[in-house]
Every structure is written in structure tokens, then in C-alpha cells.
């Protein structure tokens, strides 16, 4: 009787007190690092690094524990593919970090990481598995099961988006995309000018959304149920609580200029088509491989492989049009609504968007590497997308993929509301925590970053001449060429058929980065067989020539001479550099 008069008092009070005092127990948040663990962020906002370097991270779920699970892109040590961190001492640190998970993987591309129920489920590139979860320890308890195997019904056109983003509702249903195993429903994949299939064959099993039994074992696809389609590639997906939906962001399709460089630009290329925002309802057909979408004129557009000009709309109002379309290529690789308590009250309910970053924008710079907020109202976007965090990559303008520091991934929230964002480059973790005045947060605590959104070369919509990184590289190149490579290669690029080979149509200069550079560096000498002719002299190193000038020069090669490839950074040719210097 005393305890319960004890907590009767207790309830009163705090009921009478209500209005002066919490009585709920206060939240002792750890200091953010000094420089927020390099990330911009709203004012307010801290963020600290919890983990560094665990390998190459996707994406990650924080347990009621404030444990953290992380799924890496393929296993990482003693062919264990799942990193638990623990802060035992809550200061935001990770205190212990073990690697589990010994399971068969049908692919390197691991994605998909959640708790739900006392499970943590996780996928890899062909199955989806659970472990039960360990009340007290932090690592998971028994076996992996196999929830779903993917029995590559579509194998005979490839396997190119086979992620397995998984997501669920409130009533025993997993969902999980498979991606379209192609561009775009081609003859002839990715060939330029090849029309596209119609109907297209391939969204009897791809290019969709399954639904599944979040509880039954050893599924395959036909145990599911088809939930939507045409709904190209989606990594980011989540379940609204709110509103008991489901939500996805889609990656548009790639290359225009190079399948279709009468139609597209090098400029439309970059930043056509969007990153779809859709509600999927059951039954929503996104239009993939027969429309996409065009943020810029706020249109639903017919692919030029079913007819298109970049103008005609065909029936695209029959099918399902997006909330909201980003830029493209920015790769919406995670979906998070928030539900915590921690943050302003303008991101309650709203989505995060984590875009892991641009490719194929060349000749402009990279776009994305941040993550977006969209604030929601009744289910809708509330207002335009914010950049929420910005500097994972690390430097002003990124040309290429592999100059950026981080690439963001997951994102998860922790039971005190704290959000985690993980990033595949090294395997960062960070914690972004709010310790500003919940009322004081308004507009001005956005216009530092409504700023970046507007001037960042890796956020804003790229400038068709001022923006083209290429226009400057390409005419130093130019000159460095004329002055140490023409005398040889010739200025048409074609050689002397007897000494010097030709560099025109080139399978080494349209191949992989580092071995071209590496030539340049060290120079070659020896008998090589090119085209079917043999040639056998020496090619000095250039190893005098700056990181611009090397970068410049095999830019200037691989845009000209019948070679088309992207240009090459003065960063990577550093990188190179100091790899051979330290060997």
C-alpha cells in the first residue's frame, strides 16, 4: 500500500506541476564533436562521429538499447557481413564493435537493415534473413533465418538493381523492391538507340514492390504478392506510420546524352531525369520503363526508347505521378520518417532522404552527398526539400565519385530521438542531436542551409557554361598534349603505325582510371599488341607533369579521338601518385 500511495502522490504532483515541470526523466544527450564531426548542419544541431572505418557501411538500425546494427556492403572480416557497436559509458562513442553474420550471400551488394518485432532483418543482394534479438547482449541470439530467397526470374536480362530495401507495416507484411534488372527495358541494354520492349517483359518480376509474410521462412518471389509496379530502382523506402503507407524514393534512369545525344545535352543529361517521390498505394503503377519524370517543368515525360522527344507526354497522366521529384542522379539510398521527440517540432513526421551521390554527371560536378529533409503535412510535402546535412564528401566541387571523403547511406533513429547516418566509403557513423531551444528554431535556422542549396556545386542545379568542369581541363589539356604527347601519338591520336601506338578508340584510355594513370606516372616500356599490331619502345613517366596538368591531359584524351569516358580528377591523380610513392 505504500509504494502504490507513493506513486498516486507522485501522479498528482506531476499532473499539478505540469505546466512548470517534466516529470518525465531528462535526456542526457553527449557532446557533438567540435567541427560536428565535419557535417553542416541546421542551427541547433550537433553531430558527433560514434565509429569510424568499420568498412564499407549500408545501411543501419539503433536497437531500444541505443545499440547500433549495420550492414556492410560484403563481409568484412572472418566473412562476417554485420558490425554491432555499443557505447557502454554513454558519450556517444562506440566502446565495443563486433563483427557477426555468417550467412550464404548470393552478391556483394548488402542492403537493408531493421528491427521489427525482436528481429533484426537485414538483406543482401539475393536473400532476406532475421536474427532474434538479444534482450541484454548486444550481439543477436541463434541462427540467421531465410525469410526470402530471389530466384532471378528475370536472369536472362541481367542483374543490374538488384538491392533489397525492406520495409514494414503494422499488419505482419514485409515489403521489398526488386529493381529493374536493365535501364530501361531495352532489345538491347544500355545500346544507343535501341528501342524499348513493349509491353516490357521484365515487370511480370521486376520493377516493382512485393509484399510477403514478415514471419514465414524460405519465400521465394511467387510466395509474395505483386504490391505496385513499374517503379524502376528503389533503395530508400519506408513505412509512414502516420499514415499506415508506404513510401519510396526511386533512381531515375541514366545516360540520356549517351543513348540520345540529338534529344539531351550533356547539361539535361545531368540533372534529367528525377528521383521519384511516390506514396505507393497497392495497385500504384510508377511508369517505369515508359515515362519519366521532369522536376524542372513539373512533367511526366515519354522515354525516347517508347517515342519520346523530351517533350511528348504520351498517357503519362495514366499512371502514378510523383510527391515530389529531386534532381537527377543524386541515388536516394535511405527513407526515414521521423517519430522522436528530440527534434524541432517542424520534423515530426517528416522524411529524410539520404543521397549517396551522383556518378554520371560529368562534365558537371557530382550531385547530391548530403541528406534532404521534406517536411509533411496529412501525408503530402509540406513545403520544398531542405538540405539537413551537408559535407560528407569532404571538398567544394567533387568530379568524380571517388575524390568524395563519405558518401551518405542509412539513416536511423535511436530511442532518444537522435538520428544515425551511416556512410559506404569507410564505414562512418554519425549521431546528430538537437541541444538548441525547441522554440527559438524557425526560418533563420534554416537560411544557412537554404544557402548551400543554393550555391553548392554538389546541391544546386549546375550552370550550363559556368558549371561545365570540363571547358577549362579540356583546353589545358589540350596544350599539355600538343607540347608531350602529340610528337608521338600524333595529334589525330592515331600514332605512326610503326613506333607509337594509337590512343583513338582506345580500350586503355576508356578503361578504369588508376591503370591509365599509373602509365603516365611510371611510363611503359616493352612489346605491346594493339589493334593487332605490335609495337615495342619506351614511354617515359610524366611524373613531372602537376596533378592538374595529368588530370587535364587524360581528360582531354578521353573526351576526344573517337574515346568517350569521363574526365579524371587532379584528386585521384594525387591519390595514385602517393600509392606508387609509397610502395
Not at 541463434?142 to 538493381?161: M, S, T
Not at 530495401?165 to 529493381?179: K, Q, S, W
Not at 591531359?553 to 573526351?559: A, D, Q
Request: charged residues 25%; glycine residues 12%.
Amino acid at each position: 500500500m505504500h509504494s502504490l500511495s507513493t506513486a498516486v502522490k507522485t501522479f498528482f504532483f506531476c499532473l499539478g506541476l505540469w505546466m512548470f515541470i517534466s516529470c518525465e526523466p531528462k535526456v542526457n544527450l553527449p557532446a557533438g564533436d567540435d567541427d560536428n564531426g565535419g557535417l553542416f548542419l541546421p542551427d541547433g544541431f550537433e553531430a558527433l562521429v560514434v565509429v569510424d572505418s568499420i568498412g564499407r557501411a549500408r545501411h543501419l538500425a539503433v536497437s531500444e538499447l541505443r545499440d547500433i546494427y549495420v550492414k556492410l556492403r560484403a563481409p568484412y572480416k572472418a566473412g562476417r557481413g554485420i558490425v554491432g557497436i555499443r557505447d557502454t559509458n554513454q558519450d556517444g562513442k562506440a566502446d565495443i564493435v563486433e563483427y557477426f553474420g555468417d550467412y550464404p550471400d548470393k552478391g556483394n551488394y548488402g542492403t537493408g537493415m531493421r528491427i521489427h518485432n525482436g528481429y533484426l532483418y537485414f538483406s543482401t543482394a539475393g536473400e532476406v534473413y532475421r536474427y532474434k534479438m538479444n534482450r541484454d547482449g548486444l550481439l543477436p541470439t541463434g541462427e540467421p533465418e531465410l525469410i526470402l530467397v530471389d530466384d532471378y526470374k528475370n536472369a536472362k536480362y541481367g542483374y543490374e538493381h538488384i538491392a533489397k530495401p525492406i520495409a514494414f507495416d503494422n499488419d505482419g507484411h514485409i515489403y521489398v523492391a526488386f529493381g529493374s534488372p536493365g535501364d530501361v527495358c531495352q532489345e538491347f541494354n544500355r545500346k544507343p538507340g535501341s528501342p524499348g520492349m513493349y509491353p516490357c517483359p521484365q515487370l511480370e518480376w521486376h520493377g516493382g514492390i512485393w509484399q510477403f509474410d514478415a514471419n514465414k521462412l524460405n519465400q521465394t518471389q511467387k510466395d509474395g504478392k505483386r504490391y505496385a509496379t513499374g517503379i524502376r530502382s528503389v533503395v530508400a523506402m519506408d513505412w509512414n506510420q502516420e499514415e499506415n503507407e508506404l513510401y519510396v524514393v526511386q533512381h531515375g534512369r541514366d545516360d540520356f546524352t549517351k543513348s540520345w545525344p540529338d534529344l539531351f545535352g550533356p547539361w539535361e543529361s545531368a540533372v534529367l531525369p528525377s528521383e521519384e517521390f511516390f506514396r505507393v498505394e497497392e495497385g500504384t503503377d510508377g511508369g517505369w520503363p515508359y515515362y519519366y519524370f521532369d522536376h524542372i517543368e513539373g512533367k511526366k515525360k515519354l522515354n525516347p526508347e517508347y517515342g519520346g522527344d523530351g517533350k511528348l507526354q504520351g498517357d503519362a497522366h495514366l499512371v502514378a505521378q510523383p510527391l515530389m521529384g529531386f534532381p537527377g542522379h543524386f541515388a536516394p539510398n535511405d527513407l526515414h520518417f521521423y517519430r522522436g521527440d528530440q527534434f524541432p517540432e517542424r520534423y515530426k513526421n517528416g522524411a529524410f532522404v539520404a543521397f549517396h551521390g551522383s556518378t554520371i554527371r560529368g562534365p558537371y560536378p557530382q550531385g547530391g552527398y548530403f541528406v534532404a529533409f521534406v517536411p509533411f503535412e496529412k501525408g503530402i510535402p509540406a513545403g520544398p526539400w531542405e538540405v539537413f546535412a551537408d559535407g560528407f564528401a569532404g571538398l567544394d566541387t567533387i568530379v568524380n565519385t571517388g575524390d568524395a571523403l563519405a558518401r551518405p547511406m542509412g539513416i536511423a533513429m535511436g530511442p532518444d530521438g537522435s538520428l544515425y547516418i551511416s556512410e559506404s566509403v569507410k564505414g562512418k557513423i554519425w549521431r546528430i542531436i538537437y541541444k538548441g531551444k525547441k522554440s527559438d528554431f524557425g526560418e533563420a535556422s534554416l537560411a544557412k542551409l537554404e544557402q548551400r542549396k543554393n550555391q553548392r556545386t554538389n546541391i544546386k542545379d549546375p550552370d550550363r557554361e559556368l558549371d561545365n568542369l570540363e571547358t577549362e581541363m579540356i583546353e589545358t589539356g589540350s596544350q599539355v598534349y600538343n607540347l608531350h604527347c602529340g610528337t608521338c601519338h600524333q595529334r589525330d591520336g592515331k600514332g605512326d603505325g610503326s613506333r607509337f601506338p594509337p590512343i583513338n578508340n582506345s580500350r586503355v584510355v576508356n578503361g578504369k582510371n588508376q591503370p591509365l594513370i599509373e602509365l603516365i606516372l611510371k611510363g611503359l616500356e616493352g612489346a605491346i599488341t594493339v589493334n593487332g599490331v605490335a609495337y615495342n619502345g619506351v614511354m617515359p613517366s610524366h611524373s613531372f607533369l602537376t596533378d592538374a596538368e595529368i588530370s587535364s591531359v587524360l581528360t582531354y584524351i578521353r573526351r576526344n579521338f573517337g574515346n568517350d569516358s569521363q574526365s579524371i580528377s587532379a584528386i585521384e591523380v594525387g591519390n595514385v601518385r602517393k600509392k606508387i610513392e609509397n610502395q
